[in-house]
């Protein structure tokens, strides 16, 4: 099985790579938790998808610590990969969004696998809801999306962004994203577009299980998106949006996988102080070995 993570990102709220922050007991990055659990669950083949400039440091370092038989792929998310015969005029400085970070990823993807963002923790259960659904699933028309719960997503120093899920007998029917998500003397609202929340929606944090037919279709979102010439300087194609259109027009379907695993991420830098925090006590309560590889068998 196959685990993809979105290791390219700016990290301009947080103020530095938080992809490579060393935030575990031992400096570990926050990625190589997921890793550890992913791999407890029966993945075996990983690709970081990352920055051009990024490849081969990360190449390295995950070298030097996944066990021999795991598989691993690192690839450049580029402006300049782009569909055969799609060119852009003008300038642009940040990659093209989360869908093109998948689509990066098109060579050396071959079979289902599951997505997550390197910069968020997940939870050991979420990685086996997810083994699961890909080992019990045998169509790939549908996928699947791990769900999370509002108010466990939240931030205490800031508003986040969040695709506030509905669904219909266990099947995603819409995401819809809200950008200023905050607590607000103990109301959770997007001041945005003033909005409230009870807490218990479930929320997308980009752990999807797809199949390569995601590539062919971002292929062709990719010519539409990029033929507008608005969409140019800084538009980006969202994950997220891109399976919602496919769900859209009857080309897939996908399950929510309901998680109850804890996750949080950095956002911000003052997130930082709780990630060293929570990493420290799961690892302290044996819930992770120190250093995180320790026990990893070379093979």
Request: charged share 25%; glycine share 6%; hydrophobic share 40%.
């Amino acid at each position: 099985m196959t685990l993809l993570l979105m290791a390219a990102g700016n990290g301009s709220r947080y103020g530095k790579l938080k992809q490579f922050d060393e935030l575990g007991p031992k400096g570990e990055f926050l990625m190589e938790f997921s890793l550890h659990d992913a791999l407890n669950n029966g993945f075996n083949h990983i690709v970081a998808v990352t920055k051009k400039e990024n490849v081969t440091f990360l190449q390295d370092y995950l070298s030097a610590r996944l066990p021999e038989n795991i598989q691993l792929d690192v690839v450049a998310q580029e402006v300049s990969d782009l569909p055969e015969g799609v060119t852009f005029s003008g300038e642009r400085a940040k990659p093209w969004g989360t869908a093109h970070a998948v689509w990066t990823a098109r060579n050396v993807v071959k079979g289902p696998f599951a997505i997550i963002n390197a910069d968020d923790y997940y939870g050991k259960e979420a990685f086996k809801s997810a083994a699961d659904f890909m080992k019990s699933n045998t169509t790939d028309k549908t996928f699947g999306l791990v769900a999370y719960t509002l108010k466990n997503t939240l931030s205490e120093h800031g508003s986040v962004s969040r695709g506030v899920c509905t669904a219909e007998n266990g099947k995603l029917t819409s995401i819809n994203e809200h950008t200023k998500i905050e607590i607000n003397d103990g109301t959770i609202i997007d001041t945005d577009a003033n909005v409230e929340f009870t807490g218990e929606e479930l929320v997308s944090m980009n752990f999807w299980v797809c199949h390569p037919s995601i590539f062919d279709f971002t292929t062709e979102y990719l010519k539409e998106f990029i033929a507008d010439e608005k969409n140019i300087a800084k538009g980006e194609i969202y994950l997220p949006f891109a399976i919602k259109e496919m769900i859209s027009r009857d080309m897939i379907d996908a399950a929510v996988i309901p998680s109850d695993s804890k996750w949080f991420g950095v956002t911000y830098a003052n997130d930082k102080d709780m990630a060293v925090s929570e990493l420290q006590k799961m690892t302290d309560t044996n819930g992770y070995p120190s250093p995180i590889w320790e026990a990893a068998q070379k093979v």
